[in-house]
């Protein structure tokens, strides 16, 4: 059976910051330009934003050049940093360190405190009133290649198919989806990302990717507590 297609001028895989950026910049250059770009967005997530888990503290450098009004178009970054506090933590209790000492990039005044997912949700809204069309819950299985070799696109997984392997009742065939250009933005150590490595060597003869394991806890503290715009390092 042959699968359904869909053809795009850029198809992006990912709806991370990263993923909705160039989709938002590909949209813009293309209504200066009076051309018509067609960009589509999938997302494995069941909606944007949902496996962004991060609390953030975010540079709003980029978002400036990127959306200039993003203030009154309601982006999520409403609490400023107002004070960076460094600690030295022991078994028996710990000390401040004096942010003088710190190197400049610890210093996070005019930053945001926010929630990455929130603001992806808002990045997707601005993408989609630019015209992008944006799948979430549409996981990437499978690159695609023109007989020449060179991307073609990606498929979706099948959905519908039970732990044994069986077509349940509720079975839908993958789609693939077709883009003169694709942009894979799947984050640290994306499945088709790491088929294209060994596909095309991308790897040989540079460094060693390094990656680091992040553990997240949220914390309920008393509201008397909470002080906005606060962000506490701490080590040891």
Request: hydrophobic residues 40%; contains cysteine; proline residues 5%.
């Amino acid at each position: 059976m042959t699968r359904e297609a869909m053809e795009y001028d850029v198809v992006i895989v990912g709806a991370g910051p990263a993923g909705l950026a160039a989709a938002i910049r590909l949209r813009q250059l293309a209504a200066e330009q009076n051309h018509e770009v067609t960009v589509c967005v999938i997302e494995k997530g069941s909606e944007v934003g949902a496996h962004i888990l991060s609390g953030a503290v975010i540079d709003p450098i980029g978002l400036n050049e990127l959306i200039p009004g993003w203030k009154e178009k309601g982006a999520p970054l409403t609490t400023q940093v107002t004070d960076d506090k460094f600690m030295v933590l022991s078994e028996k209790g710990g000390f401040t360190i004096p942010n003088f000492l710190m190197p400049p990039l610890m210093n996070n005044h005019g930053n945001y405190i926010a929630s990455l997912g929130n603001v992806c949700r808002w990045l997707a809204e601005q993408a989609t009133e630019l015209g992008v069309e944006i799948y979430p819950g549409f996981a990437a299985a499978e690159v695609l290649y023109h007989d020449d070799g060179s991307v073609k696109g990606i498929a979706t997984g099948d959905m519908g198919i039970g732990k044994n392997g069986e077509r349940k009742d509720s079975y839908t065939e993958g789609m693939e989806l077709h883009g003169k250009y694709t942009f894979f933005a799947e984050g640290v150590r994306g499945s088709l990302t790491k088929m294209l490595f060994e596909k095309f060597k991308l790897r040989d003869g540079v460094d060693p990717q390094k990656f680091g394991i992040g553990i997240k806890e949220l914390w309920e503290i008393d509201p008397a507590k909470h002080k906005p715009g606060l962000v506490v390092h701490s080590q040891g």
